[in-house]
């Protein structure tokens, strides 16, 4: 049971993407529409079987989780999980991406629980902004929550930035200026054809080359920083005074072949890529008694149909059937 998760292609699978919920408490235009019908609980794993799976994983070879959703931190004691997890010997590093919102509350007893590394996700440091794309005026809490992170001792947060052609182009230079005065990394992410309302195309796409140019125009010239880990999505950069800057071109420089993800949805599907049509249905299998060994060859069955590339820079690229929130972004 001890052998790796390889694909078609030789990529080995190291790092399992994780939704706890499709709940959120914010209302992203891009990510989520204000009437949601949201998973009945009973559908979604329990952490009882989130760690098993988590266990099952590590042992093909997984040694890097990050828990997403939805907003992670809406479901109840998420801190527990982390803990369970960091229980796992052979995980050597659990993250987070959230929206920021309730971090105030559990960034203490996140860091407690022994989580390595928070992402935080946020597009606009201008109240009016903030309110008009999340549909809710709770800026000032995410960046009390920020702070309340820092304070807790995470030391290497990342902020991630959507960046859409028409609408975020006058917050990069002030999220720059933010991330450098709180010494944090931004991560501008080109806009993937994912989101809830079906508004995306090509045309909105904020390319990672106009933002470096607009990053270098108001800060001079980015340095490249070498990349620990060739699987990591954003090409990295830093200003002069030591600010590192990401960006994650994923659509108009995929990084497909270097993708070791794995992802396991909310309600337990297995998922081989953002990008897929298709899911497996672990759920089912955990909950009809069936082995580790069985729940393995499922896992090494859905990296091993994984396509070579999301192919959203092919015309007749077929769009998934959901959105970020639903698969764990
Ligand atoms: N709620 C958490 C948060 O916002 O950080 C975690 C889940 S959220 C789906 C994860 C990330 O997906 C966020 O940084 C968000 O900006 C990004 N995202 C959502 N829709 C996207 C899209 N269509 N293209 C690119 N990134 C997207
Ligand atoms: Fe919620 Fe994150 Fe989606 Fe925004 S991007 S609606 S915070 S899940």
Aim: glycine share 6%; net charge neutral.
């Amino acid at each position: 049971m001890s052998k790796a998760m390889v694909d078609r292609f030789g990529r080995i699978h190291t790092s399992l993407r994780i939704g706890v919920t499709d709940r959120c408490n914010l209302r992203c235009r891009y990510c989520m529409p204000e009437q949601v019908e949201f998973l009945p609980r009973a559908e979604i794993l329990t952490f009882e079987e989130i760690e098993r799976v988590t266990r099952v994983a590590v042992r093909l070879g997984v040694d890097k989780a990050r828990i997403t959703g939805g907003e992670p931190l809406v479901r109840r004691d998420v801190s527990e999980l982390v803990a369970r997890l960091a229980q796992i010997d052979g995980l050597d590093e659990i993250a987070l991406t959230t929206n920021g919102l309730l971090l105030e509350e559990h960034a203490e007893e996140l860091k407690r629980a022994g989580l390595d590394r928070l992402n935080v996700s946020l597009d606009t440091v201008r109240p009016d902004v903030f309110r008009q794309w999340t549909r809710r005026d709770e800026l000032a809490r995410v960046l009390r929550g920020l702070d309340a992170a820092l304070r807790a001792g995470f030391t290497r947060i990342r902020l991630n930035a959507l960046a859409i052609r028409g609408l975020t182009e006058d917050e990069i230079v002030p999220l720059v200026e933010f991330a450098r005065d709180r010494r944090v990394e931004v991560r501008f992410i080109e806009f993937m054809p994912i989101d809830a309302d079906r508004q995306w195309n090509e045309k909105a796409v904020l390319t990672g080359a106009e933002i470096r140019k607009r990053i270098e125009q108001k800060f001079g010239p980015l340095r490249s920083r070498s990349r620990p880990d060739p699987a990591q999505p954003a090409a990295d950069f830093e200003l002069a005074d030591g600010t590192r800057i990401g960006l994650i071109c994923s659509v108009t420089e995929p990084f497909c072949e270097q993708c070791n993800r794995l992802r396991i949805t909310a309600e337990g599907q297995l998922r081989n890529c953002l990008f897929s049509q298709q899911g497996w249905d672990l759920r089912s299998l955990l909950r009809s008694g069936a082995d580790d060994d069985a729940l393995a060859e499922m896992m090494r069955a859905c990296v091993a149909a994984k396509k070579r590339g999301h192919g959203t820079d092919e015309p007749y690229m077929l769009r998934p059937d959901r959105a970020m929130y639903q698969i764990g972004g």
